[in-house]
């Protein structure tokens, strides 16, 4: 068992449309990051949360460390959101991430 | 452009050749990483650095993979007698003493 889960792994979702992608883990962490990533591999980090709720623009994410789990909320979707969504949490000493396996994203017009 | 850079962008290999890349990291991050990307999966810790001290390292990195980084500042990552195995996306981030990392391009590898 991946000790970063995403589900789900691919979405479709129609432009407007409200889009939520989640992540649970196993393992002890003190950050949780949601980056995105656009087809030729670039990566970006779209939040680093450790607790509670962060919102940027029409993205908000959410952590709760009892449950370990977190979500991704996109509102009112449009095609430009078309990426793979990766969810890695902060373990360890070195603070190296562990990545789950991604949510291609894609937003049909 | 002040970001983390990586170079090549794309390397085209045959198996069995040696391979080296190279990560600059933002000025003054004394923390890199490398980390590998398949196909379809997420990527996948492979080394961590702290100035020039090589701190951990995946079992992911075989004997015939070797990174350094002299004087703390760009790294490189060579990879020899390289296998089909080894094509990937090899991704390279650095960060301040926080938990940010931030993201280069990355290098993709073919071997054929």
């Known amino acids: 068992k991946n000790e970063v889960e995403q589900s789900p792994q691919n979405l479709t979702a129609q432009e407007g449309e409200f889009i939520t992608i989640n992540c649970s883990y196993s393992?002890?962490?003190?950050?949780l990051h949601w980056l995105q990533q656009h087809p030729g591999g670039g990566i970006v980090s779209l939040f680093m949360?450790?607790?509670g709720k962060k919102k940027h623009g029409r993205l908000i994410a959410t952590i709760n460390i009892q449950e370990k789990h977190s979500s991704l909320h996109i509102t009112a979707s449009h095609p430009r959101d078309s990426a793979v969504y990766i969810c890695?949490?902060?373990?360890?000493?070195?603070?190296?991430?562990?990545f789950g396996t991604g949510t291609l994203l894609a937003v049909q017009p | 452009d002040t970001g983390v850079s990586q170079d090549p962008r794309h390397k085209i290999t045959k198996r069995g050749q040696n391979v080296t890349f190279r990560c600059d990291p933002i000025?003054?991050?004394?923390?890199l990483y490398w980390y590998r990307q398949t196909l379809g999966q997420g990527p996948e810790f492979l080394t961590y650095?702290?100035?020039?001290?090589?701190?951990?390292k995946s079992r992911l990195l075989s004997d015939r993979f070797s990174a350094e980084r002299p004087k703390g500042s760009f790294s490189t990552l060579e990879i020899q007698r390289t296998e089909q195995g080894d094509s990937a996306m090899y991704l390279c981030?650095?960060?301040?003493?926080?938990?940010?990392?931030?993201f280069g391009p990355g290098t993709r590898l073919t071997v054929l």
């Open positions: 981030a650095s960060s301040p003493a926080t938990d940010t990392q931030y």
């Open positions: 393992v002890g962490i003190s950050a």
């Open positions: 949360l450790s607790s």
């Open positions: 890695a949490v902060v373990g360890g000493a070195t603070n190296k991430l562990i």
């Open positions: 000025s003054e991050h004394n923390r």
């Open positions: 650095f702290q100035n020039e001290a090589q701190l951990e």
